[in-house]
């Protein structure tokens, strides 16, 4: 779910057109397509506008906060780093450091001292515990900073995008002054980012990293051109960093699921596994941010005999994709939900019942009668033989039914759930997912992904009923058997 919370607070800025942030952050509102608008109304504090923003701020889904002076990222920043703690870094594209203290600041301005504030330094009232610390700071597109800033830049040894950590969760914040040749902001400045460099930076950063919020602030509308950039820009962004997190669970689910032969070509990961028959292991992949090429895939797959297979993944990012695919005459098929949840969330609900009493098997030598004997097929050997991140196989008494758990930098896939069918309804299942998450959560992996086919519904209540929620959604695209 995408959430934007709208907060109009211009009382951080002392730039002659601040009160004109009120109307900018409900036109930014507006431009952002999200499934939930909540605005709050600023206090007659700043403290006392970031205790309601604090209380607005949705527990779960993606936020995009939308100012407002750059303050307002106060409260958003605050929760990212009390859910994510040490993995999270957040990004400021800002024309200006915002690294002011109280004592150092000219103006006063509390808009100067946000990053400051955040870093454990600001209006006492204001600072959040715990607080940043320069290593998880990235300042982009910064060049105008009093002499205070620039010596805390230098001590502190923050740095700038190359030095954001690969496994870093990330917070991108926004404020237009980044922009070159942006008007309707209070102080703009020179030789900023083009739009077309920002956007660029953010979708390297979303390729890259799951980003888990978004703040856009500094709005003072002035200028009609600005309104039209905005207009595209924004959603852009939105678009970018919202569907960060489904593109990071699908390149862990690759690795999780490795075919026999893959290779990057022409816009696509190819994939080919003999002797498998499973659409995953025998399809196409569109990279992202390419173009990929359909000629391309359907020579890869027809010199190997087969049909062309595109999975369409996350279908809600290449829907112009599937378009052409649909028009091309590939049969829709094997629509899937992609599943989320905390490890805890499901430990708790499924262990009502007491110990799970089931079996962490890591002996691979093992798994392919375990598998036969629960389900009569070990046909996927062959695929999960090359599974290469930590991986068990979960096993219930006497064979009543397994799954497997592939744990990949903080998240762990389930796969291969079954349950034999002598033992259906007894809640064998939940037990084998209560000892999954016991096993993430000790191996300090909290999040759990799954997929799981639309149509399933009786698989669907039992993960809902464990806290999972929908992530996004995939589906094939098969070209028609040739002539």
Same mark, same amino acid.
């Given at each position: ?15 002659? &057109?601040?009160?004109? @942030?009120? $109307?900018? =952050? *409900? +036109?930014?509102?507006?431009?952002? %397509? /999200? #499934? ?5 109304? &600023?206090?007659?504090? @700043?403290? $006392?506008? =970031? *205790? +309601?923003?604090?209380?607005?701020? %949705? /527990? #779960? ?11 307002? $990222? ?410």
């Amino acid at each position: 779910m995408r959430t934007v919370v709208e907060v109009p607070q211009w009382q951080g800025s002392l730039s002659p &057109t601040a009160p004109r @942030l009120v $109307e900018g =952050a *409900a +036109r930014l509102a507006a431009m952002v %397509p /999200a #499934d939930a608008h909540v605005r709050v109304e &600023t206090g007659a504090t @700043l403290a $006392e506008t =970031a *205790a +309601r923003v604090r209380r607005a701020l %949705p /527990a #779960d889904g993606f936020t995009i906060t939308v100012g407002g002076d750059c303050g307002v $990222e106060l409260e958003p920043v605050a929760a990212a780093l009390r859910r994510y703690g040490d993995r999270l870094h957040v990004v400021w594209f800002d024309a200006h450091g915002d690294l002011n203290s109280p004592e150092s600041s000219p103006s006063g301005a509390f808009h100067g001292m946000i990053v400051r504030t955040l870093l454990g330094e600001g209006p006492l009232d204001l600072v959040p515990s715990p607080a940043l610390r320069p290593d998880q700071l990235a300042l982009v597109g910064t060049r105008v900073l009093d002499p205070a800033e620039a010596d805390y830049i230098r001590l502190a040894d923050i740095g700038g995008l190359a030095d954001v950590a690969d496994d870093a969760l990330v917070y991108v914040h926004v404020d237009l002054d980044v922009l070159d040749g942006f008007a309707s902001v209070g102080y703009p400045e020179p030789d900023g980012l083009s739009p077309e460099a920002l956007i660029a930076a953010v979708a390297d950063l979303a390729a890259r990293h799951e980003i888990v919020g978004l703040g856009i602030t500094e709005y003072a509308p002035s200028d009609p051109a600005d309104e039209d950039l905005l207009k595209w820009m924004v959603p852009e962004l939105a678009r970018l960093c919202a569907g960060s997190r489904a593109r990071q669970i699908e390149r862990r689910a690759v690795a999780a699921w490795p075919a026999g032969h893959a290779e990057e070509r022409d816009g696509w990961l190819l994939r080919h596994t003999p002797g498998v028959h499973r659409k995953r292991s025998n399809s196409a992949l569109p990279l992202v941010n390419a173009s990929p090429s359909l000629a391309a895939v359907e020579t890869f797959y027809a010199d190997r005999c087969l049909p062309a297979i595109v999975q369409v993944s996350p279908a809600e990012q290449h829907t112009e994709l599937d378009a052409a695919l649909a028009a091309r005459g590939y049969a829709k098929t094997g629509e899937t939900l992609v599943m989320t949840a905390d490890a805890e969330t499901v430990l708790t609900a499924a262990t009502k019942n007491g110990d799970s009493g089931v079996e962490r098997v890591f002996d691979r030598d093992r798994w392919a009668a375990l598998f036969e004997a629960v389900t009569s097929d070990a046909g996927s050997m062959p695929v999960i033989g090359r599974i290469e991140p930590e991986t068990v196989l979960l096993v219930a008494g006497n064979g009543a039914g397994l799954g497997l758990a592939v744990m990949d930098d903080g998240w762990t896939g389930v796969f291969c759930m079954a349950t034999h069918p002598g033992r259906r309804r007894e809640g064998v299942a939940r037990a084998v997912m209560a000892e999954l998450a016991r096993w993430s959560q000790e191996r300090g992996a909290p999040c759990l992904y799954l997929q799981v086919e639309e149509d399933n519904h009786p698989a669907r209540a039992l993960y809902e009923g464990l806290g999972f929620t929908t992530s996004h959604r995939y589906h094939y695209r098969r070209e028609h058997p040739r002539e």
